[in-house]
């Protein structure tokens, strides 16, 4: 296991000969010491040790604690102030630093090595942290539902790429101030609002609201919403909220169809009424349009509950390292039985070449969206792929984040029309 390598910072050489000695003692390397603020920005950046132990008190005219600002923001590096002086004002103008830790002078070996330990599992913490919500980020603006979070005032805290399309607004727009009832109609507000409430209370809500676009046209939405947690504490809430146009155009078709189907119903029983072979022939032709109804109503209710893109994370080398179970389900393995796998062994040769040189083209940077046929199991199904570089927290490509969306049912949706009448 490489020793971790540090960099220190002090003015008092018998002080930096001592602090050397420890912590090569403890099995650290010491990269460098240096006396002063200046000194310490340049080793940082030849350098790029794993903590910086600086004193505050420096020769020069940077002091320590401009000099850890500066190595914290520009190189992401950890620092422990290290000083014989601990007055409150110097203590409240190191704090805005955010060191990750604070030894005074004299300090013992023990003192030291905890302190060094904690600030490296630390900084190792915040950066996986850091990695882990860019990772989620990317995938949040990927999606194409609209993710976003407010905070108590009801400001917006962050909206996706599908959010800012679906409702006219800018990322400006939302940094300006914009409110989340500025993108409720306001019929819905006053509801929109205690739903809020009991958000931030604690609550998890779902609710259908008229969302209002910034040109004043609106559509219907069902949305999701949860609090936000920090620190322990409810910081705001983030959710996900759904365009159900398509949705609300084909439940009043399918209740226009049915008060068609109803009346013609009722229709005919009062024109067979006088006769008892009329009436049960009225009886049976009313139980098979009720069943055909039913199973309308099933089909409908199928497409609605089963439909689902499938999303999929693949690492550099072009193998499946997460798929979604609409996935899962699609090529009929187990998720787990599916990462490490690639588009050949899944689909073909012929498929995985495809998939291959478009993916390698997201593995230089490039964002493609494109239309796809593919047979599954014996089935021809048009997909609209999208995919796009996913990037670790130092800017680079460590794989791609991808999503199909089938649009083949909704070719077969658009052909339905009511039974002929009767």
């Known amino acids: 296991m490489t020793a971790s390598r540090i960099l220190i910072v002090e003015d008092e050489r018998v002080v930096a000969n001592a602090l050397a ?9 010491v990269v460098s010491a240096v006396a002063s603020g200046e000194e310490a920005l340049t080793k940082a950046e030849e350098t790029r040790p794993d903590l910086v132990l600086m004193d505050i ?38 704090k805005i630093t955010e060191p990750y830790g604070y030894l005074i002078k004299p300090l013992s070996k023990r003192e030291l090595h905890s302190a060094v330990e904690i600030a490296l599992y630390k900084h190792q913490m915040a950066r996986k942290l850091r990695e882990s919500e860019e990772k989620h980020r990317e995938l949040a603006e990927f999606l194409p539902q609209m993710i ?20 006219g607004y800018t990322a400006d727009d939302m940094a300006g101030g914009v409110q989340a009832t500025d993108l409720i ?22 609710a259908h609201y008229k969302i209002l676009r910034k ?43 049915n008060e068609q189907l109803e009346s013609r119903v009722a229709e005919r029983t009062a024109e067979l009424a006088a006769s008892n072979e009329e009436l049960r022939r009225e009886v049976s032709e009313r139980l098979r349009v009720e069943e055909e109804l039913r199973r309308s109503e099933e089909l409908f209710r199928t497409i609605f509950e089963t439909a689902a893109d499938r999303m999929f994370i693949k690492n550099r080398s072009l193998q499946y390292t997460f798929v979604n179970p609409a996935m899962a389900n699609l090529v009929g393995l187990p998720a787990s039985k599916i990462a490490g796998m690639t588009d050949t062994a899944l689909f073909g040769k012929a498929e995985g070449a ?44 460590v794989g791609l984040c991808g999503i199909a969306r089938n649009i083949t049912e909704r070719t077969h949706l658009a052909s339905f029309s009511p039974p002929p009448r009767l």
Do not use: W
């Open 21 to 29: 000695r420890n912590l090569e003692g403890l099995g650290y390397q």
């Open 57 to 94: 008190r420096l020769e020069g005219e940077m002091d320590g604690i401009e000099a850890a600002g500066l190595i914290t923001s520009r190189f992401d590096i950890p620092v422990i102030f290290v000083t014989a002086y601990a007055d409150r004002s110097v203590l409240a103008k190191a």
């Open 148 to 167: 976003y979070e407010i905070d108590p005032d009801g400001k917006f805290t962050f909206a996706n790429r599908s959010g800012l399309e679906a409702t």
């Open 185 to 206: 109609a306001p019929e819905d507000r006053d509801r929109m609002i205690l739903d809020m409430t009991r958000v931030l209370e604690g609550e998890m809500v779902g």
């Open 215 to 257: 040109d004043g046209s609106t559509f219907p939405a069902l949305t999701h919403a949860a609090p936000m947690i920090r620190d322990g504490r409810i910081a705001g809430l983030r959710g996900v909220c759904v365009d159900i146009t398509e949705i609300k155009t084909l439940e009043n078709e399918l209740k226009s169809s």
């Open 354 to 397: 495809r998939v291959k040189e478009i993916e390698n083209r997201v593995l230089k940077g490039e964002r493609i969206e494109n239309e796809h046929t593919l047979q599954i199991k014996g089935d021809s199904m048009t997909f609209l792929e999208t995919r796009i570089p996913l990037h670790d927290a130092d800017g680079a490509i």
